[in-house]
């Protein structure tokens, strides 16, 4: 049933309308936003094979006749956009322009200019309106880096705008605008919260990215950088048609990680779903996150660049084309755990509209189990507690022995960021600050201990979930040689004997025994409680209280598990499925669903066509939620710009019910998780009775957990 938009060129009459002689390409035109908006239409599959069949165009506001558009498209280094090119992509462009006209931003019935004429869609009335002299939308080439998006910027793609009382050059190519690289804070001091940037009249090169925050053996201290892509950039001045944003924080367990990494470009969602995407830099390890009791080292300086981050979106992303009252953080792993503290944090209330937290870590607090790698994401150390995890340690290391903790902090200060980050023990832990973080939990209910209208948890639609094997990602394949399921499990887990019978006699994670395979059959259960105890049980436990307390913290929440990935953090080196069928088993690792998400799956990645559908379906869910706070993409949308296997899947699948909406538990039964893959489907709260057992039940936080 495809929806075909009709598409018409009309030409003008000969003696109206000349084709115009195009100036001789320049080789660096600076090309901005002073005259006209510039829109940038890209009918985006995310099929990375089929990129080549498909070409993009730039569309400017009206100029008063035609004689002005070919100079319009000059401006831009480009040309009026050509019968041949209207032929070839016909399908493409008049999706693209139905859509604008859809969503209000530009009229569409009139048509546009053209080479040689007005085109429409939407059928013949335009001819007897248009003519030469009426003011028109124009249509123009988009040939700059036309090919790989890696590559550097070719001349010509320059694109020069005014925000934040500076000039900022970034650059476009054939999905999204891009400003790379800008810096949205000053150079920090070391442990010393950041303050928005403060230089004025500059002309800031946005082509490339900043570094990336020391890390290992690279990167700096001088890291606070952000990007941007965009699928607009209004007239300068102008706030007309701004488009939701998606402000991206990257994971990396708080000591790794950048806000360039390709499997996160936000060109792929700027161009298929119209957003905006900013992906930032923060400090890390021990940059970030040190601190020390009775000193002004409060730590969470990485938490509180991100702020400074999103208070820089607030005030300038307007600019950029970007709603800077339709924010949504979102963040994976660390950078879940980071969405979660921005949750609560007093500092960040009011900053942001939604929240995603994929893959936030937890649990471990009462499961008996002790050093659990992922407490700390979701329950906060106080800074006495974080220094005793890291901060002696950290002194030793760095011989920064002295006899007073002035002289110590004195020592370290000095050392270089590359080798304060390579210590073997770092400071990674989100804290109890007292003004960026100030509870030791984020607050869900509105019981007497925890007074939900007293808190600062942001009251905001949010999604939470899982993969549906994180935990295989921090689960250790046991050696050859164990001979029970019991030394399988105390490998996998890094737990005792005692422990291995405790899970056995519970009877609730039992061994398939199917394979044959003692170390696999045990390594499919570790990775099953390691899921449930660090990633699934705090995180459904997380969206239950905040949706289900007297007083529900979160105005709607939504859950999911991934069923359908590839690739993602890989220690035991377990690969995909074999053949590379998705069809056979494979875990699901942390950090896999990223090209789900960002639609950023590679050719290499592409196993099968419904790997490509998945996608396609996907990455429209999390934008809806980014456009609306739910993940329902309306279905005309979807119509209108020609997106019909995100509809098909749509259909299949049902509608992603939020959790608590219906106010009645029962009702949600069967249905609260939605299940990513295509097209999905949906099912009941994943491994209650194993959660309860581990001591992360769903009434965690409803029954006064923290
Ligand atoms: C960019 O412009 C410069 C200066 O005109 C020229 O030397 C260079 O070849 C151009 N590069 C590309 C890739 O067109
Ligand atoms: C073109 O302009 C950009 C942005 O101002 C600049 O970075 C680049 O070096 C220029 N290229 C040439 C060849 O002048
Ligand atoms: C053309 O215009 C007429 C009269 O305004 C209208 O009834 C008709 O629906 C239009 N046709 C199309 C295809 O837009
Ligand atoms: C973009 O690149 C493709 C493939 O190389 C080519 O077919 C197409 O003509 C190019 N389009 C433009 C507008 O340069
Ligand atoms: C086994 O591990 C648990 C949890 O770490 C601990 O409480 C218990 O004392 C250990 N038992 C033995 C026999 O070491
Ligand atoms: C935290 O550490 C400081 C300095 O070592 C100490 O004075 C204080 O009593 C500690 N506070 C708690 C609650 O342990
Ligand atoms: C600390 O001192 C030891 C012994 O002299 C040396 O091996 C090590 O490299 C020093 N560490 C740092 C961070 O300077
Ligand atoms: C409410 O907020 C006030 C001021 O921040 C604080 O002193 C008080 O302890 C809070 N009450 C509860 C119940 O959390
Ligand atoms: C929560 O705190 C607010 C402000 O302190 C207070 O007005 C309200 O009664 C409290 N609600 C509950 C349920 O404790
Ligand atoms: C089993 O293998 C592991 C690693 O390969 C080794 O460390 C361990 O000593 C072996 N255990 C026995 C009982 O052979
Ligand atoms: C068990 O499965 C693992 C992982 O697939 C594999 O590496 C190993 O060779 C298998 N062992 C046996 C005995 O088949
Ligand atoms: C992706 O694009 C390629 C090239 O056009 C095409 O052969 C392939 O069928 C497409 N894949 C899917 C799943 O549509």
Redesign the pocket.
């Known amino acids: 049933m495809a929806y075909l938009v009709v598409a018409t060129l009309l030409a003008l009459h000969s003696a109206t309308a000349q084709r115009t002689s195009l100036p001789a390409p320049r080789?660096?035109l600076t090309v901005t936003n002073a005259k006209t908006s510039l829109t940038l239409l890209y009918q985006n599959n995310l099929n990375a094979s089929d990129e080549n069949n498909h070409v993009g165009a730039l569309l400017l506001d009206a100029v008063p006749e035609y004689s002005a558009a070919a100079s319009a498209c000059a401006a831009l280094n480009e040309q009026l956009l050509s019968r041949e090119t209207l032929a070839e992509y016909e399908q493409d462009i008049a999706y693209q322009l139905a859509y604008q006209g859809y969503a209000g931003y530009f009229g569409v019935e009139d048509g546009f200019y053209v080479d040689g004429g007005v085109f429409t869609v939407g059928g013949g009335n335009a001819s007897s309106s248009s003519s030469s002299s009426t003011a028109l939308p124009v249509l123009c080439t988009q040939s700059a880096n036309n090919g790989s998006s890696s590559a550097p910027p070719?001349?010509g793609s320059y694109v020069t705008l005014e925000a934040a009382d500076n000039t900022f050059v970034g650059y476009r190519n054939k999905k999204s605008f891009r400003f790379l690289g800008i810096p949205y804070a000053d150079t920090p001091s070391r442990w010393k919260y950041a303050s928005l940037y403060s230089g004025t009249g500059e002309t800031l090169q946005a082509s490339s990215y900043g570094a990336q925050c020391a890390q290992g053996s690279s990167g700096s201290e001088d890291c606070l950088f952000l990007n941007v892509q965009t699928p607009y950039i209004p007239k300068a001045g102008s706030r007309e048609n701004l488009r939701p944003v998606m402000f991206w924080i990257h994971g990396g367990g708080f000591t790794g990680g950048t806000g360039a990494d390709p499997v996160s470009d936000g060109g792929d969602l700027a161009s298929k779903e119209d957003l905006v995407v900013v992906s930032i830099n923060y400090r890390l390890s021990t940059l970030g996150f040190l601190a020390i009791p009775g000193t002004d080292i409060k730590g969470n300086y990485g938490i509180a660049d991100q702020i400074v981050a999103l208070d820089w979106v607030v005030a300038n992303i307007a600019a950029f084309g970007g709603d800077p009252e339709r924010i949504t953080i979102a963040g994976e792993s660390a950078g879940a755990g980071s969405v979660r503290a921005l949750l609560g944090s007093p500092r960040a209330a009011g900053k942001f509209q939604g929240a995603i937290a994929l893959s936030n870590l937890g649990g471990g607090v009462t499961l008996g189990l002790d050093g659990d790698y992922g407490t700390t994401y979701s329950s906060y150390y106080t800074i006495n507690q974080s220094y005793t995890a890291a901060g002696p340690q950290i002194f030793t290391a760095a011989n920064c022995t002295s006899s007073t903790l002035t002289t110590q902090i004195a020592c370290l200060e000095k050392l270089p960021a590359l080798q304060l980050v390579s210590l073997p023990t770092v400071a990674r832990y989100v804290v109890q600050d007292g003004t960026y973080v100030n509870t030791p939990n984020l607050i869900l209910t509105a019981s007497p201990s925890t007074n939900s209208t007293n808190s600062t948890t942001a009251h905001v639609p949010v999604i939470f979930g899982t993969t549906a094997n994180d935990g295989a990602s921090f689960s250790n394949f046991p050696p050859a040689n164990i001979t029970t399921h019991a030394e399988g499990l105390q490998h996998a887990l890094s737990i005792n004997a005692t422990w291995a019978a405790n899970i056995i006699a519970s009877t609730l994670f039992p061994f398939s025994n199917s394979s044959h395979n003692l170390t696999l059959d045990s390594f499919n259960v570790s990775q099953r409680i390691a899921t449930d105890k660090t990633f699934r049980c705090v995180d459904q436990a997380t969206v239950y209280a905040g949706s289900f307390s007297s007083a529900p913290v979160f105005p709607a929440a939504y859950y999911y598990e991934f069923t359908r990935t590839t690739g993602g953090y890989d220690p035991n080196h377990l690969g995909g499925p074999a053949d590379n069928d998705p069809n056979n088993p494979y875990f699901r690792l942390h950090g896999a669903d990223l090209p789900w998400v960002f639609g950023t799956l590679g050719k290499a990645q592409m196993r099968d066509e419904e790997d490509l559908w998945s996608v396609q379906l996907v990455s429209s869910l999390f934008a809806s939620f980014v456009r609306a706070g739910d993940p329902n993409p309306g279905e005309r949308e979807l119509r209108v710009r020609g997106y019909e296997r995100v509809l098909e899947g749509v259909r299949r699948a049902g509608r992603w019910r939020g959790v608590g909406e219906s106010g009645e538990e029962e009702e949600e039964e069967g249905h609260v998780v939605r299940l990513l893959d295509w097209p999905g489907g949906s099912r009941g709260w994943v491994d209650v009775e194993q959660c309860e057992w581990l001591g992360y039940g769903l009434r965690y936080y409803l029954d006064g957990g923290a």
């Open positions: 080789a660096n070719a001349n």
